[in-house]
RNA sequence: GGGGGAGUGCCCGAGUGGUUAAAGGGGACCGGCUGUAAACCGGUUGGCUCCGCCUACGUAGGUUCGAAUCCUACCUCCCCCA
């Protein structure tokens, strides 16, 4: 019966359709149709939301499809306000997990912060981003949480897969994790956001903010959410505490070596993601994924850093020579040199590790593999010598002077 | 308040008195292959003064010739009913 004028059915204008296709390049889904056109219209600059977990501090290239793109929003003169979630970091988010995680030391996520911050600079624009942190308003009065949580039913919280998921597993759901989009969703209501972004896993929460938004009278977000990258398995997301990440400030070379073991499946992937690109059609995969490789590394180091970075890769694996950089291994002179000792001390390996590469014949010196059986060597047959662990771990033996 | 269940090596997960340093899988590592740190194949994967010894199956005791496996207490966690 109601009459009241829908906003929904205003019809954007054909130049905001357009701008607004550009924005959702690359993107999974965008929330409402046409929501974000619509706010283009009002040709002011939109608040455009991230809200990021402290909990690992260093940023790897999975953040950075989200970065890129909020980046993308920056150049077209929107606003982006980081939220460091330092007081949903407690509580932590359940998206995609299927055990809570451990709440963090306040120090802990003061540093995480930092370094994040830091991180996220060499891809957003610092003018045009607001940093907040969501203790700031989260921080509140005991009434006014009971008044935040009197707007959600605890059916709409169930809703989302991954309880639903753990309800029929018969595993545990922390009455904490429930409250968690309720908080994020307030973060919304708090800085007054037009757009949020996030993963695909963060659909549910993006959403529920929108509901936390309209019960506070505010308008409601857009919100986008974008794909996520795998990690070097090819398989799981790629995540810090899953060790399978490339991150922002890996050095040039190692870098290089790690998108060089990504699967060649998902190099059609990478390049989208990452590069907003895809690979030549001829490439075969090596090429194509040098290619990769080379120009993040010029991304995050500098021009020429990619072509530096390849040339120490042939250098090797592909030549199977020393790098050009070898840390040294000062070693004792005074007796006989016990080498799963000295292994262990010049690689952080234990020594029974250390026994074990070599009777594999994992070990080389200047080259040459050491055989098996010979444990003690005398300091001058050492000396000097850059010895080799595996395909890619080396140090030059040195008498200590 | 009542009932039930679980705690094993980096992770997951078998194992209910004796070749158990502990199946299997994942991961990681070494090797082979490959002008990829891909894929594929083989091997290794607690520590050490390494052909032997030491430490390990939530914690502390106990039973036994012998325990991850049995008993007692404790700690931690989970599920269901109310």
Redesign the pocket.
């Known amino acids: 019966m109601s009459v009241k004028s829908h906003p929904d059915t205003t019809r954007p204008s054909e130049k905001s359709v357009l701008k607004a296709a550009e924005l959702a390049s690359h993107s999974v889904e965008v929330l409402p149709d046409g929501g974000l056109a619509l706010q283009l219209d009002r040709g002011e600059p939109l608040r455009v939301k991230l809200g990021i977990d402290p909990t690992a501090p260093d940023i790897h290239l999975g953040h950075t499809v989200v970065l890129n793109k909020l980046r993308q929003f920056q150049d077209e003169g929107h606003r982006v306000v980081l939220i460091i979630g330092d007081y949903t970091a407690r509580v932590g988010d359940p998206s995609g997990r299927s055990d809570?995680r451990p709440m963090l030391a306040p120090e802990q996520i003061d540093a995480n912060a930092r370094t994040f911050q830091e991180q996220a600079f060499k891809i957003l624009d610092r003018d045009r981003t607001d940093v907040r942190f969501n203790s700031e308003w989260l921080r509140m009065e005991p009434e006014e949480l009971l008044g935040l949580l009197a707007r959600a039913t605890v059916a709409r919280l169930l809703e989302r897969e991954d309880f639903q998921k753990r309800?029929a597993a018969?595993?545990?759901?922390?009455a904490l994790e429930l409250l968690y989009p309720l908080l994020q969703g307030y973060d919304s209501v708090a800085i007054r956001s037009d757009v949020e972004l996030g993963g695909t896993d963060q659909k549910f929460n993006l959403l529920f903010a929108r509901d936390i938004q309209a019960a506070y009278d505010c308008p409601r977000q857009t919100v986008m959410t974008m794909p996520i990258l795998p990690g070097?398995?090819?398989?799981r997301r790629m995540s810090k505490s899953l060790?399978?990440y490339i991150g922002v400030t890996d050095p040039p070379?190692?870098m290089?070596?790690?998108v060089?073991?990504?699967?060649?499946?998902n190099l059609d992937e990478y390049w989208g993601l990452l590069l907003g690109d895809e690979p030549s059609p001829g490439d075969?995969?090596?090429l194509s994924?040098?290619r990769l490789a080379s120009r993040l590394v010029d991304h995050f180091h500098g021009e020429s850093a990619g072509t530096n970075a390849e040339a120490a890769?042939?250098r090797?694996?592909?030549?199977r020579e020393v790098p050009k950089e070898i840390e040294d291994y000062a070693m004792d002179v005074e007796e006989t040199v016990?080498l799963?000792?000295a292994l262990?001390e010049a690689f952080g390996?234990?020594?029974?590790?250390?026994?074990?590469?070599i009777q594999?014949?994992?070990?080389?010196r200047d080259g040459d593999?050491l055989p098996a059986d010979e444990l003690d060597y005398a300091p001058s047959e050492l000396d000097g010598a850059v010895i080799?662990?595996?395909?890619?771990?080396f140090r030059r033996f040195q008498s200590q002077s």
Not at 232 to 235: I, L, N, P, R, Y
Not at 260 to 265: A, G, L, N
């Open positions: 809570q309800m018969g595993e545990p759901i922390s070097v398995d090819g398989v060790g399978n070379d190692e290089f070596g790690k060089m073991s990504i699967p060649d499946e075969p995969p090596n994924k040098r890769f042939n090797v694996f592909v030549d016990h799963p000792a262990s390996i234990s020594r029974s590790e250390a026994r074990r590469i594999q014949g994992g070990v080389r593999v080799q662990v595996g395909k890619r771990r």
